[in-house]
Every structure is written in structure tokens, then in C-alpha cells.
T-cell receptor, first 113, second 113 residues
Framework: QQQVKQSPQSLIVQKGGISIINCAYE??????FPWYQQFPGKGPALLIA?????SEKKEGRFTISFNKSAKQFSLHIMDSQPGDSATYFC????????????FGAGTTVTVRA | NAGVTQTPKFRVLKTGQSMTLLCAQD?????MYWYRQDPGMGLRLIHY???????AKGEVPDGYNVSRLKKQNFLLGLESAAPSQTSVYFC????????????FGPGTRLTVL
């Protein structure tokens, strides 16, 4: 049973649009929430991460919004570009679990030119 | 600096055959991980290592064995391959369990017939 539930499974967005991916969790011991980006045929790479003491973190066109009370966090990709077409994984980590990452199922984002 | 490398890139096995996947990292990282990636399942941790000579079970360890004889290498073995082990396998490494970033290799696509 996955500890982090991710949705949607896939999405298509027009160039310049906003992509939104949502993740939810139950384990309140999670203390670190990274997002990984994976291009076809490649391994995942860290994109952006947030800790639960902040509600939002922005890096360029990528923003994580975090709602601790709702146990939800989301990735927003602003001004989506064709080069953003990839699979995105949310994850969470707990010290009580030896800091091992629990990954969501992934969202495949396709940006149409 | 090659980062994390994996060999082989592709492999086809028959049921019951054995094989070893090799992961190497040149970043002097203490921690190494083996994941499998299946459609709709995200990344699931098979085994991990917190240092040379040590290994631990992850989320889905059955049917796999690992060894970490040298700090830079982490081997994943399948003693008797089964079709359920058809997957893409990723190795990752990090400086410590508490460190934010795991660096992933390019993956090995394994098919068991």
C-alpha cells in the first residue's frame, strides 16, 4: 500500500499553461517532501523539495504548495514548456523510517506546443 | 565524474536463471539503494546499504539479494528469476540517509520470460 497517493496519473497541457500535480499522505511523521522529475529512458532527478515548516517553495517555474493540516502537497508548473514533458514523482520521508523515501505512483505530463 | 552508473542497460532472462546487476558511484556516497519501477507503482525500495559491508531490506526485498563489498559498488542479485521481476531497476546513492538528494543511475530494463 503506497504511503503517498499521487494524482492525476497523466495530464496534457498546452504550452504556456499550468500543470498541477497533487499528492496526499497519512503519516504525520513525514518531514521532507521532494519531487523528482524523470525523462524517458533516464533515472529520476531531484527537482524541488519542501519541509513542513513552510507552506510554499518556488524555484523558477516550479512551485510546491504544502498544506500540513490537510496532509497534502502539490507541484505547480507555471508557463509549461515542451521540455517539461516528463514523469513527476512526489515522495516523502520520515526519520522514523530510516529516512527512506516513499514515492507516489507518478504523473506523466505532456506539454503540447 | 560519471555519477551513478548501472550495468547492464538491458537484459532478457528465462524463468529460473540468475543474474547480477552492478551499480557504481564515484561520489564517495555512504548510502546506496536499489529500486524497481513498475507502471502505476512508482519507485519501490528493494534493498539499501548504509555503508560498506552493510545492507538492509526495503519495501519489496523478496527474491533479491544484495552485497556492498566496496563503498563505490552495490550489487543486486536475482538467484532464480521470475516473470514478476520484469521491471526497470534503478540504483541510487546519497551522502547520508538524512541528506536531501538521492542521485539515480540510468536504469536497467529487465525482462523475465
Amino acid at each position: 500500500q503506497q504511503q503517498v497517493k499521487q494524482s492525476p496519473q497523466s495530464l496534457i497541457v498546452q504550452k504556456g499553461g499550468i500543470s498541477i500535480i497533487n499528492c496526499a499522505y497519512e503519516n504525520t511523521a513525514f518531514d521532507y517532501f521532494p519531487w523528482y522529475q524523470q525523462f524517458p529512458g533516464k533515472g529520476p532527478a531531484l527537482l524541488i523539495a519542501i519541509r513542513p515548516d513552510v507552506s510554499e517553495k518556488k524555484e523558477g517555474r516550479f512551485t510546491i504548495s504544502f498544506n500540513k493540516s490537510a496532509k497534502q502537497f502539490s507541484l505547480h508548473i507555471m508557463d509549461s514548456q515542451p521540455g517539461d514533458s516528463a514523469t513527476y514523482f512526489c515522495a516523502a520521508r520520515a526519520r522514523s523510517n530510516d529516512y527512506k523515501l516513499s514515492f507516489g505512483a507518478g504523473t506523466t505530463v505532456t506539454v503540447r506546443a | 565524474n560519471a555519477g551513478v552508473t548501472q550495468t547492464p542497460k538491458f537484459r532478457v532472462l528465462k524463468t529460473g536463471q540468475s543474474m547480477t546487476l552492478l551499480c557504481a558511484q564515484d561520489m564517495n556516497h555512504e548510502y546506496m539503494y536499489w529500486y524497481r519501477q513498475d507502471p502505476g507503482m512508482g519507485l519501490r525500495l528493494i534493498h539499501y546499504s548504509v555503508g560498506e559491508g552493510t545492507t538492509a531490506k526495503g519495501e519489496v526485498p523478496d527474491g533479491y539479494n544484495v552485497s556492498r563489498l566496496k563503498k563505490q559498488n552495490f550489487l543486486l542479485g536475482l538467484e532464480s528469476a521470475a516473470p514478476s521481476q520484469t521491471s526497470v531497476y534503478f540504483c541510487a546513492s546519497s551522502y547520508s540517509l538524512g541528506t536531501d538528494t538521492q542521485y539515480f543511475g540510468p536504469g536497467t530494463r529487465l525482462t523475465v520470460l
